[in-house]
């Protein structure tokens, strides 16, 4: 059996998540002994022995829903957002030439990978309804890369989720480097799954009692306020946009 948080998994967090997952799995009475730390999340989340993963939403809504079971979805209190729901961050450099949303067209995105709805459809659909037109593209692998290559120059402005933008302003001393320009519309936020093997009821009572029972601290850290069920339909029904080899300019 295997468990693991791979969407904010920062060193930082490493005693939190353990912590939740011992009582997690105290609950359930059964699991692994401890976390896995997967470097590939598309054989992690398909794994028939997944008791507990998370997943972003567009890979859940663009392949993963019928090989899965979903359990419920963490609200992390986001500004402006619905319970159980996150949005995107776009950032550029703070002493950059960049002030206002019509100022980003024909510049370049850096963006981690095009299955990512914060990184990627979130952000390209939000700009789509704008008016707001990209130059070039620079897909960099991760949120906190986008992040480096808008700080080196790399590129004119990259798009994270606010959860992960959370997490940067509080540990990164690169923080004041970049400068928020904007948010995207809300979307559901990442599911937690498991696989068809186990009952995700219990599991997702699992979850709700073990957090009531973590520290206040742990449970600061984490940033999760509850767990709230979505429908599986409202993942699916978000717009996936366009591949980047449509979006941004071939020159």
């Keep these: 059996m295997i468990a693991g948080f791979p969407m904010y998994d920062r060193p930082e967090l490493r005693a939190a998540h353990a912590a939740f997952w011992d009582q997690i799995r105290s609950e359930l009475g059964y699991g692994p002994d401890e976390l896995s730390t997967p470097t590939d999340l598309p054989a992690f989340w398909r794994a028939p022995d997944l008791v507990l993963g998370q997943t972003c939403g567009l890979p859940f809504r663009s392949y993963l829903w019928p090989d899965v079971h979903y359990v419920c979805t963490p609200d992390y209190g986001l500004p402006e957002c619905p319970r159980g729901y996150y949005n995107s961050v776009i950032l550029v450099r ?7 949303m019509s100022d980003l067209s024909g510049r370049t995105f850096a963006y981690n990978e095009a299955l990512s ?5 979130g952000p390209i659909t939000y700009l789509n309804t704008q008016g707001i037109h990209l130059g070039a593209g620079h897909m960099t692998g991760a949120h906190l890369k986008s992040i480096a290559a808008v700080i080196e120059g790399t590129a004119d402005v990259c798009a994270i989720d606010a959860q992960t933008y959370r997490l940067f302003q509080r540990y990164d001393p690169r923080a004041d480097l970049v400068r928020e320009i904007g948010r995207t519309t809300p979307t559901p936020a990442l599911p937690m ?12 009572a699992a979850l709700r009692n073990g957090l009531n029972k973590l520290t206040s601290q742990h449970r600061q850290d984490l940033g999760i306020e509850r767990y709230v069920m979505l429908d599986v339909a409202t ?3 978000v717009n996936t946009p ?10």
Excluded: M
Aim: glycine residues 6%; charged residues 20%; hydrophobic residues 25%.
């Design 94 to 100: 703070s002493n950059g030439p960049l002030h206002e």
């Design 117 to 121: 709805q914060s990184g990627w459809a």
């Design 193 to 204: 799954i498991c696989s068809p093997h186990y009952d995700p009821t219990p599991i997702a």
């Design 235 to 237: 993942y699916r029904n």
């Design 242 to 251: 366009f591949s980047p080899d449509e979006v941004f300019d071939k020159n």
